[in-house]
C-alpha cells in the first residue's frame, strides 16, 4: 500500500536561517507531488506541484522553493526564513485515481 | 478561474443528531470532481467522499453522504449519527476532469464541533 512520510513533524527556526522539508512516497511510482500551506484555521494555499523528477511549478512567488531529485521525493526549502513563512506545511501526493493523499504535516514557527 | 465557498465558518450538532455542511463552486467545466476532505484536531487531512460531476447518483461513504446539485454547483456533506470522531475541520475542494496536474482548490472550511 501506499504511504507517505513527512518531516520533520515541528520545527522551530529563527528568523535568516535555511528551511528545509521533507516529503517521501513509497509504494508508487511517478506520482504528482505537492506543498501546501495552512495559516491557523484557514483553508489550504497550494505552493508548489511536481508532476516528475525536476519539474516544478510555482503557484505562488514567495521566499520558498521546492525541488524533486528523485521520482518519489519532494523537498521545500527556503534559504532565509521570514517570519511570515510560519505556519502548517503539508505534502501530498496523486496518482490516476485523481485522489490526493496527504501526509502528516510540519508544523513551523519561525521565530 | 475555478472557485470553492464554504459560507459556513463554524457548526456545531448534538451527538447521534444529523448536520450539512454547505459547499458551491464556480466553473465553466462540464466534467469535474469534487471532494470532500476532514481535518480533525491532529491536522491530518484525510478523504471523506469524492464525486464525479458526470455522474448523477450521489455518493455515499456510510454514515457520509452527498447532495450533488450540478445546476446549481452546490455540493453538500451530510453526516449522520455524528459522532465526537467527527469533530474536524471540513475542506471542500475542486479538481478539473482534464487536468494532468491534479490541482485542488479548496474552499475556506467549516469547523465542525460534535457535542456530547
Known amino acids: 500500500s501506499q504511504t507517505i512520510h513527512q518531516w520533520p513533524a515541528t520545527l522551530v527556526q529563527p528568523v535568516g536561517s535555511p528551511l528545509s522539508l521533507e516529503c517521501t512516497v513509497e509504494g508508487t511510482s511517478n506520482p504528482n507531488l505537492y506543498w501546501y500551506r495552512q495559516a491557523a484555521g484557514r483553508g489550504l494555499q497550494l505552493l508548489f506541484y511536481s508532476v516528475g523528477i525536476g519539474q516544478i511549478s510555482s503557484e505562488v512567488p514567495q521566499n520558498l522553493s521546492a525541488s524533486r531529485p528523485q521520482d518519489r521525493q519532494f523537498i521545500l526549502s527556503s534559504k532565509k526564513l521570514l517570519l511570515s513563512d510560519s505556519g502548517f506545511y503539508l505534502c501530498?501526493?496523486?496518482?490516476?485515481?485523481?485522489?490526493?493523499?496527504f501526509g502528516a504535516g510540519t508544523r513551523l514557527s519561525v521565530l | 478561474a475555478q472557485t470553492v465557498t464554504q459560507s459556513q465558518p463554524e457548526m456545531s450538532v448534538q451527538e447521534a443528531e444529523t448536520v450539512t455542511l454547505s459547499c458551491t463552486y464556480d466553473?465553466?467545466?462540464?466534467?469535474?470532481?469534487l471532494f470532500w476532505y476532514k481535518q480533525p484536531p491532529s491536522r491530518q487531512m484525510i478523504l471523506v467522499i469524492r464525486q464525479e460531476a458526470y455522474k448523477q447518483q450521489n455518493a455515499t461513504e456510510n454514515r457520509f453522504s452527498v447532495n450533488f446539485q450540478k445546476a446549481a454547483k452546490s455540493f453538500s456533506l451530510k453526516i449522520s449519527d455524528s459522532q465526537l470522531g467527527d469533530t474536524a475541520m471540513y475542506f471542500c475542494a475542486f479538481r478539473r476532469l482534464t487536468s494532468n496536474t491534479g490541482k485542488l482548490i479548496f474552499g475556506q472550511g467549516t469547523t465542525l464541533q460534535v457535542k456530547p
Open positions: 466553473t465553466s467545466e462540464n466534467n469535474y470532481y
Open positions: 501530498a501526493w496523486a496518482t490516476g485515481q485523481n485522489i490526493q493523499y
